[in-house]
């Protein structure tokens, strides 16, 4: 059974500093990796993708990716009160026939 | 641009009865289509993708059946709706398998 596992939180940030968000995977072949945010009682709307090892920087967010240790993060700087939602992982096999499998999420909560 | 269309927004229906959820997409062709089901306290749970018309896979067994009658349209059904349907049903698409996905804005379903 493959699984991607995120901390539930809530992790609580103030306003301004750096939210980090961990994701872990158990299929080790896995090439493709989103981030997802989600505002309660929303659909998830897609934030970053990443496929390679290393950092990937889109305004205030970054994605790191190591795939040797099945391990993938999203940074969130200068975080404000409205980034506060639960973001999702989801991973890819390396199949074509295989669906993004996501994280059940972590909720963040940035206070003012 | 991709426009993605889910309806209806909500709905509330006794156990037992029919249900049809429907998804468009607009503005792209031959795009890969997904259902989701997101339980209280549990992640996105995949039900079921497509890749073509009249091409369905299945994810979990259950009492959902899914149909793709065009090349943009995915069509969500139960014959008999359980208690245990309930929940935040999202509809989404990719233009390819390593591609993020795009989910529309979901349907609230409550059984009762």
């Known amino acids: 059974q493959k699984e991607v596992e995120q901390n539930s939180g809530p992790l609580s940030v103030p306003e301004g500093a750096i939210a980090s968000l961990n994701c872990t995977y158990s299929d080790r072949v896995s090439q493709s990796f989103f981030w997802y945010r989600q505002y309660s009682g929303k659909s998830p709307e897609l934030i970053m993708s990443?496929?390679?090892?290393g950092d990937k920087e889109d305004g205030r967010f970054t994605a790191q990716l190591n795939k040797a240790s099945q391990y993938v993060s999203l940074l969130i700087r200068d975080s404000q009160p409205s980034d506060s939602a639960t973001y999702l992982c989801a991973v890819k096999g390396d199949q074509a026939g295989t669906a993004l499998i996501f994280g059940k999420g972590t909720t963040l909560s940035v206070s003012s | 641009s991709q426009t993605i269309h889910q309806w209806p927004a909500t709905l509330v229906q006794p156990v037992g009865s029919p249900l049809s959820l429907e998804c468009t997409v607009e503005?792209?062709?031959?795009?890969?289509l997904y259902w989701y089901r997101q339980a209280a306290g549990r992640g996105l749970q995949l039900l079921f993708y497509s890749v073509g018309i009249g091409q369905i896979s299945s994810e979990v067994p259950q009492n959902l059946s899914a149909s793709r009658p065009q090349d943009r349209q995915f069509i969500l059904s139960s014959k008999k709706l359980l208690l245990s349907d309930s929940g935040f049903y999202l509809c989404?698409?990719?233009?390819?398998?390593?591609?993020?996905?795009?989910f529309g804005s979901g349907t609230r379903l409550t059984v009762v």
């Open positions: 990443i496929y390679s090892n």
């Open positions: 989404a698409w990719s233009q390819g398998w390593n591609y993020g996905y795009t």
């Open positions: 503005g792209t062709s031959n795009p890969n």
